[in-house]
């Protein structure tokens, strides 16, 4: 059953078109992703599906209750943003709509919270369409994505990993049409260049042409009819060459080769000591006393739920506190969500170079790897959106004289595009990175090692955050396993009691004596 369509649906930004969309239909059970580029729709599309605001053109009929989750929540002095966006969650399901149209649900949550929500989801009956950066978010729920770009909707089936599978087919098949024009192109132009060649040699008179056939037709006459033949043969290749379908290049990423400073010296060598520091804020206790070191070129993720210290950690380091030693070769950017480091009347390009010894070529380049492209890089910094500040901030980070980053809540503002650029320039960058996020891919695809925030306590990891999440499920498989023997155990020792209750002897107290060791080394952790 249909659930909603939409028609010749057209939208404008004052005089921009925003986007021009044929058909849009949502079936029963759907579940939708709906990606782009920031500030490429996304949110006003999902208005005008809810019918809170009105396209100029266009028509949307729903045929079931329909549910927004809108991308600007209350803000809530007593909650966090995980409570209030599961207040909001909860409000909604309460009122069982047939669909449900999200934007961004995960924003600002933890990862507790976002797994709450997808549980939610997952089995949730009825049909969704969500808005969100988050690629490990869109991989578990849903079953078909919506990219919007340039104005235009393309439907992909399977989740986000196949969708960038198809994507990725995509681009092999261009690349392909690409080297097949290119090939056309220039045999074409070959062939046309000689046959100009030979028109223009035909102005001598040929050596097979005996005197008296030039007597009786004469050279003039002779030479101007082939050269005007060959001229003719030209103009047609020419024509072929301009009505050749043109196919465009696919952008190639450059490469980032880029010196740090104290390169030679600073791999894999301890550039930070933490010895028994605490985290306490006021009368509250974050963490209990930690001690961990870091090395040169460590990729290291901070994780933990909202309000358990990450920041507060992050910030130690960078002011040094008590119990934090940091090695003279280490220069420390640092990244947060204020963007106070950019000056709103300079342009991109301006911001960046300004605290970077890089060459310029290379700051283009890793602003094209941001998607800053061409003359982009003039733009001021006062035009752009909230994404492209991050972005810019990010760059001008990325290329200063530093050779350690930290980083707080990066991804934060990042459409999924962007923050795979981020990923990819973390993933070539020689030096150290210390960065706290909730972006679960993000941290997949970055992070060597993990610093692990839970229950006041701050525990490493030396390993991917895949190994991490692998290591606690066999952490829980092995505590659901001795909960399983403790009860058996504690069955026993019952069945023996009420026996020994009844009928004493030895044999039966021994029994009794032997489970009571096995419960004991089992509650100790002893095999």
Not at 240 to 253: A, N, S
Not at 275 to 280: D, L, S
Not at 298 to 303: G, N, P, R, S
Not at 404 to 415: A, C, K, Q, R
């Amino acid at each position: 059953m249909m659930l909603l369509e939409a028609l010749n649906v057209k939208h404008y930004v004052k005089d921009r078109l925003l986007f021009e969309i044929e058909r849009l239909a949502i079936y029963e059970n759907d579940r939708i992703g709906l990606v782009g580029k920031n500030g490429s729709g996304k949110t006003t599309l999902l208005n005008i599906l809810a019918k809170k605001i009105s396209s100029e053109q266009g028509s949307v009929l729903c045929r079931a209750q329909c549910g927004l989750l809108p991308q600007l929540k209350r803000i809530d002095a007593i909650k966090s943003g995980g409570e209030v966006t599961q207040s909001y969650m909860n409000d909604l399901f309460s009122k069982a709509p047939k669909l449900l149209l999200a934007d961004e649900p995960t924003t600002h949550l933890d990862r507790e919270h976002i797994e709450w929500l997808e549980k939610k989801l997952s089995q949730w009956k009825g049909a969704f369409v969500i808005v969100s950066h988050d690629r490990a978010f869109l991989d578990a729920l849903c079953t078909t994505i919506w990219e919007m770009d340039e104005g235009k909707i393309k439907e992909y089936k399977g989740n986000y990993s196949d969708y960038l599978e198809q994507k990725e087919l995509e681009r092999r098949r261009q690349q392909s049409a690409y080297e097949q024009y290119e090939k056309k192109k220039q045999a074409l132009e070959r062939a046309l260049e000689l046959k100009k060649q030979k028109a223009e040699r035909a102005t001598k008179a040929p050596k097979k042409v005996s005197r008296s056939e030039a007597n009786i037709m004469g050279t003039k006459p002779y030479f101007a009819k082939k050269q005007k033949k060959l001229q003719k043969t030209a103009k047609a290749m020419e024509t072929r060459l301009e009505k050749l379908e043109k196919v465009e290049k696919i952008k190639e990423t450059a490469p980032i080769n880029m010196s740090l400073p104290h390169e030679d010296t600073f791999q894999d060598r301890i550039i930070i000591r933490v010895e028994e520091v605490t985290g306490v804020i006021g009368q509250r206790v974050l963490w209990e006393k930690t001690s961990f070191h870091v090395r040169g070129g460590d990729k290291l993720a901070v994780i933990g739920p909202n309000g358990s210290g990450k920041t507060t950690l992050l910030k130690k380091m960078i002011h040094r506190d008590n119990g934090i030693v940091i090695s003279p070769i280490v220069k420390i950017g640092y990244f947060s969500q204020n963007l106070d480091i950019l000056e709103v009347e300079k342009s991109i390009l301006e911001n960046v170079q300004s605290t970077s010894k890089q060459e310029e070529t290379l700051i283009r380049t890793i602003l094209a790897r941001l998607h800053f492209f061409r003359d982009d890089v003039y733009k001021p910094i006062g035009v752009l959106s909230g994404g492209e500040r991050v972005k810019v901030a990010l760059a001008k980070l990325f290329v200063s004289d530093v050779n350690t980053l930290i980083l707080d809540e990066p991804t934060n503002f990042l459409d999924i595009e962007a923050a795979r650029a981020l990923e990819s320039l973390l993933q070539e960058y020689k030096g150290t990175v210390i960065f706290a996020s909730h972006d679960r891919r993000f941290i997949e695809n970055v992070a060597t090692k993990m610093l692990v925030i839970q229950d006041k306590v701050i525990q490493w990891f030396d390993g991917t955050y895949q190994q991490y999440e692998q290591h606690v499920r066999q952490k829980d498989r092995h505590a659901d396993t001795q909960a399983d023997q403790r009860l058996l155990l504690e069955t026993k020792m019952s069945e023996v009691l009420s026996r020994l209750s009844m009928e004493p002897s030895e044999e039966l107290e021994k029994e009794f004596q032997l489970l009571l060791e096995k419960k004991r080394k089992l509650d100790k952790g002893i095999n």
